[in-house]
């Protein structure tokens, strides 16, 4: 007999303003114990001294998180100029310093260069895996290893404001897999006076902006009682960029047994697009539009 999962089948998106000196996964842990929740999990992860948008996941919404992971997301950070840092951030031992200031429009002209698709190099202090084992494990034990350059989307990287002659403001759109930390760090190199991030907020991610984000207070003061509740933002929110299509009464029989199911036409759907079916008002099932029918990779159980 298969074992009774712990806690409550509770279903949603919890859009979090992550504070300052936590993890992520902590976050997840507090927010899944304040609802009871039976399973959970975060589209995207922050750094500990970040703070911002974290969009935690709750149950069947569990299954949406690749597609919000995929989103573009914003962030705003200050860029320290003048000092290099192992972990690339205001957290590491200095490595390097250099007094050169560079003025705001050498620093604008710098900045097209990390737009577009490019390639970046994680920082050492990540959870890049090297040879099975965490990059940030391998810098603690001062372990000598390279990592590889990734491909990045970069959608915009703009000059907010310089508030003194050592930090400049930016603001970064970019796709999944980015490392601010790695933005700040090549900067300064190509800058030649090093940088790195003194802080960073997620102002957006996917869907959701940090506006509409609910503190940790928040969750902490309504923990274990049917008031947390309010804070669920429904499943298929971690769907926004997806089509939608409706299924008939019979296409959702078949849909929830995982197979094949009948789906009524949608304007500026098309053959073989990933679209998700909704019947009677809920998120049915996530798949593959092939001429009026879905072809299902992910079913909820709403």
Same mark, same amino acid.
């Given at each position: ?150 491909? *990045?989307?970069?959608?915009? *990287? ?145």
């Amino acid at each position: 007999m298969a074992r009774r999962k712990k806690g409550r089948a509770v279903h949603g998106w919890l859009v979090v303003d992550k504070p300052a000196s936590m993890t992520s996964t902590a976050v997840v842990n507090k927010v899944r114990w304040a609802f009871d929740a039976q399973k959970a999990g975060h589209a995207g992860t922050l750094d500990p001294e970040a703070t911002g948008v974290l969009a935690v996941a709750l149950g069947e919404a569990t299954k949406t998180v690749p597609f919000v992971t995929e989103a573009l997301k914003c962030y705003r950070f200050s860029v320290r100029l003048g000092l290099a840092t192992n972990t690339d951030d205001a957290e590491g031992e200095v490595l390097s310093e250099n007094a050169e200031r560079p003025e705001d429009a050498r620093i604008k002209a710098a900045l097209p260069q990390f737009v577009g698709d490019i390639m970046q190099v994680p920082p050492k202090f990540s959870a890049v895996k090297i040879d099975g084992q965490r990059a940030y494990k391998l810098a603690r034990d001062d372990e000598d290893f390279e990592i590889a350059a990734r491909p *990045l989307y970069v959608d915009e *990287l703009s000059f907010v404001e310089r508030p003194d002659a050592d930090h400049v403001i930016l603001e970064l759109i970019c796709g999944k897999g980015g490392y601010v930390r790695a933005i700040a760090r090549d900067l300064g190199e190509a800058l030649g006076c090093f940088g790195h991030v003194a802080w960073l907020r997620r102002e957006w991610s996917g869907p959701w902006d940090v506006e509409e984000a609910v503190s940790l207070a928040e969750i902490e003061e309504l923990a274990k009682t049917p008031e947390i509740d309010q804070f669920l933002r429904p499943v298929e929110e971690g769907l926004a960029d997806l089509d939608e299509v409706m299924c008939t009464a019979e296409g959702a029989i078949r849909l929830k047994n995982g197979n094949p199911g009948m789906v009524y036409p949608a304007d500026g759907v098309e053959y073989g697009d990933e679209v998700w079916a909704s019947f009677e008002g809920k998120p049915l099932a996530v798949g593959q539009y092939r001429g009026g029918e879905l072809h299902p990779s992910r079913v909820f159980n709403l």
